[in-house]
């Protein structure tokens, strides 16, 4: 939520993580200070691009590319467009995006989600989470 409180609007948050990272649980989270409630946020991996119309007004934009590999397919989907001027956009496998090693997009904020134990990812394990693109005096303000 404290992520989501410091977005403004236009500005798109591109989440990295492996399957069973965490990525959609963290999505859910920033919902309710997006004004969408929680339980409306669900896995997109099946609808692509989800959209929610927040409380505020504003759109609020739920991508998941887990189902697309071909940056054709992702083209198609009319990523390009979105989040407009006045919605916030969220697109998980985010690294089907970027090329490894590419620079951030301006106003985007690139949310990486570790698992920080080896095995196989488990649901209840600890997580790193890593936040670029935000100004780090904001987030110790918000």
Known sequence: MRLARLLKPGQTVYLFGELGSGKTVFVKGMAPAL????????????????????????PFYHVDLYRLEDAGDI???????????DGI??????????????????????VRINVTRGGPVSRQGPREIIIEGVDEEDWHHS
């Not at 929680?38 to 409380?55: Q, R």
């Not at 083209?75 to 001027?85: K, L, M, R, S």
Request: charged residues 25%.
């Open 35 to 58: 004004g969408v409630p929680e339980e409306d946020v669900t896995s997109a991996s099946f609808t692509i691009i989800a959209e929610h119309e927040g409380t505020n007004g504003r």
């Open 75 to 85: 083209h198609e989907t009319g990523i390009d467009e979105y989040p407009g001027p």
């Open 89 to 110: 956009a969220v697109i998980e496998w985010a690294e089907r995006l970027f090329l490894p090693f590419s620079p951030r997009p301006a106003g985007g904020v690139m």
